[in-house]
């Protein structure tokens, strides 16, 4: 699922079985992580980051609207439409 904020692409996150997920900033670097719910919220947890990632989703009209709720001033991200683009993760990093 594509992510925008403020009219542009945010990210994108696969959905895998078991509440696995893959995130990406639409850079190539991809962060495997696990989902839950606590407390009416979705939290994710990442490889690179233990402490959870909530967040408030909500259906409208226009499509899924979803509220960071760890800030205070709280991002809001929307599910994007088709943006012409297909995630991709790079390798892991090769040493020289």
């Known amino acids: 699922m594509f992510y925008g904020f403020d009219g542009?692409?945010?990210?994108?996150?696969?959905?895998?079985e078991d509440r696995r997920v893959i995130w990406s900033f639409l850079d190539g670097q991809?962060?495997?992580g696990t989902w839950y719910e606590e407390n009416g919220q979705i939290c994710f947890i990442y490889e690179d980051r233990f402490?959870?990632?909530?967040?408030t989703f909500q259906s409208t009209p226009d499509g899924l609207i979803a509220r960071f709720e760890n800030d205070p001033v709280s991002t809001e991200l929307y599910e994007a439409d088709e943006?012409?683009?297909?995630?991709f993760c790079l390798g892991p990093d090769t040493g020289v």
């Open 8 to 16: 542009q692409a945010y990210g994108v996150e696969r959905y895998l």
């Open 30 to 32: 991809c962060k495997e």
């Open 51 to 55: 402490d959870p990632q909530c967040w």
């Open 83 to 87: 943006i012409g683009e297909e995630m």
